[in-house]
């Protein structure tokens, strides 16, 4: 069973970083793309950030040049290191990934939890 566990959310003043993390654990045979999304409070769940298995990213337009994406070397983790971090920033942020449990497997969507980001102004 796969798993996807986040880390490293935190209240942060206007300005201040704050880097997140990722894993995935469990059956996984390769995973395609992984990812972050936020959801504010009375807002849909929106697309930040995400890094194909072959390196392609893309960026949400609001977090360009502030935000940067990355796998880890054992390429079942991700990273997002939030510079330049601002109150609209504030939001429930969830990792997701792209993968393929076995060999026999489809391709299969997953969320972790989510980590809250709240950032004061």
């Known amino acids: 069973q796969v798993q996807l566990v986040e880390s490293g959310g935190g209240l942060v003043q206007a300005g201040g970083s704050l880097r997140l993390s990722c894993a995935a654990s469990?059956?996984?045979?390769?995973?395609?793309?992984m990812g972050w999304y936020r959801q504010a409070p009375g807002k849909q769940r929106e697309l930040v950030a995400i890094i194909t298995s072959a390196g392609s990213i893309t960026y949400a337009d609001s977090v360009k040049g502030r935000f940067t994406i990355s796998r880890g070397s054992a390429r079942n983790t991700v990273f997002l290191q939030m510079n330049s971090l601002k109150p609209e920033d504030t939001a429930g942020y969830f990792c997701?990934?792209?993968?393929?449990?076995?060999?026999?497997?489809?391709?299969?969507?997953?969320w972790g939890p989510g980590t809250q980001v709240t950032v004061s102004s």
């Open positions: 469990g059956s996984v045979a390769s995973i395609n793309a």
């Open positions: 997701n990934a792209l993968i393929r449990p076995s060999s026999s497997d489809p391709l299969t969507n997953y």
